[in-house]
């Protein structure tokens, strides 16, 4: 399925919705079959023993799961997550931003699933794996 969306709108709609993460996050890449998003660490993001907090990953990953949707179905800002599962697989690498590699799996009518990695940036092996589906508002 074509983008309906391309990186600069979706940027452009998340400032405008959700204020309150504004300039968190940075798509780096956007094609028909994947999102690449980035989570610009900062202390807020941080946990003890200098790591990146669990809460920030999860955010990470709906976050761009849920623009990936959005570049497929258009600026729904009322497409919400109704299940989320985080396997969170090793300690991201200290002072690096986390970029997440999202892909949709499934996108119906009332549904849509999608998948993530998150890799500290330039690491090879991931350190979360997410699974999210959301719940398409009619149109």
Do not use: W
Request: charged fraction near 20%; aromatic fraction near 6%.
């Amino acid at each position: 399925m074509k983008n309906l969306m391309d990186a600069a709108s979706l940027e452009a709609f998340l400032a405008r919705e959700f204020p309150q993460v504004g300039g968190q996050f940075a798509i780096e890449s956007l094609d028909e079959g994947e999102l690449v998003v980035r989570l610009r660490v900062g202390e807020g993001h941080l946990r003890p023993g200098g790591t990146v907090s669990g809460p920030s990953m999860f955010a990470l990953a709906d976050v761009g799961i849920y623009l990936a949707i959005l570049a497929k179905i258009g600026p729904v800002a009322l497409a919400v997550t109704t299940s989320a599962s985080v396997d969170f697989l090793r300690k991201p690498e200290a002072g690096r931003d986390l970029i997440a590699r999202v892909r949709i799996l499934k996108l119906g009518r009332v549904l849509a699933v999608g998948e993530c990695l998150i890799f500290s940036e330039g690491g090879a092996a991931p350190v979360a794996r997410a699974s999210m589906t959301y719940s398409i508002p009619p149109k």
